[in-house]
């Protein structure tokens, strides 16, 4: 005469698929977690290294104390009347007076600063994903400082097409070529040797 099967006997098969899926998502979510930490570990953050960095009160004074507000006057400015209309936001953005345009330089390669410290330390083989969501919220940061400096300063790119356009040289072009050279000097100019960005950018 045949056994019963218990109630019990009849789950067994199911928690186990349970625990192999389990298993294999574990898997899965390590694997990916070392690629993300491997890529970020072969890959080296640039920036322009201040000893201010390395103070204690380095967070306060410069990441959680607010950017100086722009000033009034520099607010805007009335577009040329041969530039071209989908220009005029550019003529909208504040210009950044002095004191602004160090600060952003300053929290720009502060937080890239921050995050290469970080990525110094991954362990590919281990990683911490809590390591690595910091190292992405720092260059965050850095970018959305980045992007402020960016639109800061498309309206030189802009001045410089302009003067320069000739039927050799469309100003489209120049404007092109303009943005790609001024998102390079961003990534290298050192705020702390005391001049401003557009005197290092035009020369």
Same mark, same amino acid.
């Given at each position: 005469?045949?056994?019963?099967?218990?109630?019990?006997?009849?789950r067994?098969?199911?928690?186990?698929?349970?625990?192999?899926n389990?298993?294999?998502?574990?898997?899965?979510?390590? &694997?990916?977690?070392?690629? =993300?930490a491997?890529?970020?570990?072969?890959?080296?953050?640039?920036?322009?290294?201040?000893?201010?960095?390395?103070?204690?009160?380095?967070?306060?004074?410069?990441?959680?104390?607010?950017?100086?507000?722009?000033?009034? &006057?520099?607010?805007?400015?009335?577009?040329?009347?041969?530039?071209?209309?989908?220009?005029?936001?550019?003529?909208?953005?504040?210009?950044?007076?002095?004191?602004?345009?160090?600060?952003?330089?300053?929290?720009?390669?502060?937080?890239?600063?921050?995050?290469?410290?970080? =990525?110094?330390?991954?362990?590919p083989?281990?990683?911490?994903?809590t390591?690595?969501?910091?190292?992405?919220?720092?260059?965050?940061?850095?970018?959305?400082?980045?992007?402020?400096?960016?639109?800061?300063?498309?309206?030189?790119?802009?001045?410089?097409?302009?003067?320069?356009?000739?039927?050799?040289?469309?100003?489209?072009?120049?404007?092109?070529?303009?943005?790609?050279?001024?998102?390079?000097?961003?990534?290298?100019?050192?705020? &702390?040797?005391?001049?401003?960005?557009?005197?290092?950018?035009?020369?």
């Open positions: 005469m045949p056994k019963s099967v218990t109630q019990s006997q009849k067994t098969p199911r928690r186990k698929n349970r625990a192999v389990a298993n294999a998502s574990t898997k899965k979510i390590s &694997a990916k977690l070392k690629q =993300r491997t890529e970020f570990a072969d890959q080296p953050i640039d920036y322009i290294d201040n000893p201010l960095f390395r103070k204690r009160n380095a967070v306060k004074v410069i990441v959680e104390t607010p950017l100086p507000t722009p000033e009034k &006057a520099k607010r805007a400015r009335k577009r040329p009347s041969n530039i071209p209309a989908y220009f005029a936001s550019l003529y909208e953005t504040p210009l950044l007076s002095p004191e602004e345009e160090a600060a952003l330089f300053r929290r720009f390669n502060y937080l890239k600063y921050r995050a290469d410290r970080l =990525r110094a330390k991954i362990k083989d281990a990683p911490d994903e390591q690595l969501d910091e190292i992405e919220f720092f260059l965050q940061k850095a970018h959305e400082a980045w992007d402020r400096l960016v639109q800061a300063n498309l309206r030189l790119v802009v001045s410089i097409a302009r003067r320069f356009a000739d039927s050799n040289h469309s100003f489209d072009e120049l404007v092109s070529d303009g943005q790609i050279a001024l998102m390079n000097a961003i990534e290298k100019f050192d705020y &702390a040797r005391g001049f401003r960005f557009s005197t290092y950018a035009t020369h």
